[in-house]
């Protein structure tokens, strides 16, 4: 009875084998639907902001006058009287000598240059002095001295953006102006130092005032508020938006060239990169107080590689398509033939993603017993800092092994060169669409125009960072690392 039963249940099984046959359909594994994250950076963008500096010259030149200082007095004392040592006793031989002293100290042309942080007004200055009459005995004695004056100016921003100057003054006599007369040298140093010094602080009270002239604050207002904006970085395939978000606009002194004095400004930034739709350009806040750290210039975002499971799809299949044309070796089953007709991609739990495979597959030696079904491997994907080589971890197939049809579809999907190939196309998926994405970032910001200002950027690097499997798509965060500079050039 039982051997009969026995050849009733191996005659089942070799006519089940004989068949064409379907696998039990697997439960799919559960799908995620966590949004890939918005990547954000910061950024520090040069932004100078040039200004004509003929008010400079002119307020310089207005308050600083031709003639500094001039004398014109009667000193009694020119010369003291000599004495002698006679026997102890000092004997004055001559009496003090008197004379009248005229004399002025003058300026030439002014000329500004800088100097580090200052803005220096070079005043080239002469005196001539002159005692005359001295003491009805020698007509006149002139003495002449040369200096080159400097006006040294430095500017400073208050909390309201309105400038501040302070002056301080510095001169460096080639011959102190005075006279040499009968072995005393009488010098005018003191009286040229007390004329300039009140110029100094007209300079300082002057010069904020013609300052505001360069309309300095409006100006940063513009350009802080024309920086609250979203740049298109790709337009299709896929569309990349970076929104830049102002938090600080930083004052780092000046520069002086020429006819232009340079305002160096740095923007600080918030730098958020989106995928697809153009996302709401950022509140605009008030201009606040400048800041005093500027940083060297640095421009960072995040490129968002995102590959969306539909577009994977194709690309896998591709692959093992591609595969299908070698017979795969099975333990126990021999040579197996595997044809793919259909690939589903999706993100499941735990930043996994699950491919689910089409197969039908027969073994080499029996070509007509096919057996069909779909397959689900789940497994991490990975990269390494710096590489778009995408390898898989923690490899799961899902599949029933109680028939022989699951168990030959199970086998041939828990080969390591399936899931290898799976990682192969993704890897060249990647790479292909990392240089291209590139490639456009790198034309779509080398200028760039935005209402009032003009960007220009150079991409320096890009940094890879780690692949992570999200509801919307398989994500890897590039980072770019650049320069940039904005000048602010309002249409006319």
């Not at 968002?304 to 126990?332: C, G």
């Not at 080499?364 to 079904?373: C, Q, Y």
Request: proline letters at 7%.
């Amino acid at each position: 009875m039982v051997k009969n039963g026995f050849r009733v249940l191996l005659a089942a099984a070799m006519l089940l084998a004989g068949c064409k046959q379907e696998s039990a359909p697997l439960p799919a594994p559960p799908r995620a639907t966590d949004p890939v994250p918005v990547p954000t950076g910061s950024s520090f963008v040069a932004v100078p902001v040039e200004a004509d500096a003929a008010i400079l010259r002119r307020v310089v030149e207005r308050e600083v006058p031709q003639t500094l200082w001039s004398i014109d007095q009667r000193f009694e004392r020119c010369v003291p009287p000599q004495r002698v040592k006679v026997l102890g006793q000092r004997i004055k031989l001559a009496p003090k000598i008197g004379c009248r002293v005229v004399g002025k100290v003058t300026r030439s042309a002014i000329r500004l240059h800088g100097e580090g942080s200052e803005i220096v007004a070079d005043v080239p200055l002469r005196a001539i002095v002159q005692a005359r009459d001295v003491g009805g005995i020698i007509k006149h004695e002139t003495a002449t001295g040369s200096a080159m004056a400097q006006a040294r100016i430095r500017l400073d921003l208050a909390s309201d953006w309105s400038p501040r100057a302070t002056v301080k003054l510095r001169y460096n006599w080639t011959r102190e102006p005075g006279i040499d007369f009968l072995g005393q040298r009488i010098e005018f140093t003191k009286q040229a130092d007390k004329a300039l010094q009140p110029i100094v602080r007209r300079l300082e009270r002057e010069l904020p005032r013609e300052l505001q002239n360069l309309r300095l604050r409006p100006q940063v207002a513009d350009l802080w508020q024309s920086g609250f904006t979203v740049l298109s970085l790709n337009e299709k395939d896929p569309p990349v938006w970076m929104r830049l978000t102002p938090l600080k606009v930083h004052y780092g002194g000046y520069s002086f060239r020429g006819d232009r004095i340079t305002l160096n400004l740095g923007l600080e930034a918030k730098t958020e990169t989106f995928v697809g739709e153009k996302p709401e350009p950022p509140k605009v806040v008030a201009l606040p107080a400048p800041g005093k750290g500027l940083k060297g210039r640095g421009l960072e975002f995040f490129l968002p590689v995102i590959a969306n499971y539909d577009q994977l799809q194709p690309v896998i299949l591709r692959a093992l398509q591609k595969r299908q044309e070698r017979p795969f070796t099975l333990p126990a089953l021999g040579e197996v033939k595997a044809e793919f007709s259909g690939v589903e991609v999706y993100a499941t739990e735990g930043g996994r993603i699950a491919v689910g495979i089409d197969i039908a597959a027969h073994q080499v030696e029996a070509p007509d017993k096919k057996t069909k079904g779909k397959v689900w491997l789940t497994a991490t994907p990975v990269t390494e800092a710096g590489s778009a080589q995408v390898k898989f971890t923690n490899v799961e197939v899902k599949g029933k092994t109680d028939t022989f049809g699951g168990n030959l579809l199970v086998k041939v999907a828990e080969q390591f060169s399936f899931s290898e190939t799976i990682a192969d196309a993704l890897a060249q998926n990647f790479t292909v669409d990392l240089e291209d994405l590139q490639g456009k970032i790198r034309r779509a910001l080398a200028e760039k125009r935005q209402g009032s200002l003009l960007i220009r950027t150079r991409i320096d690097r890009f940094e890879t960072g780690e692949i992570t499997a999200y509801g919307q798509g398989l994500y890897m965060p590039v980072r770019a690392f650049g320069t940039a500079d904005i000048r602010y050039s309002p249409r006319r």
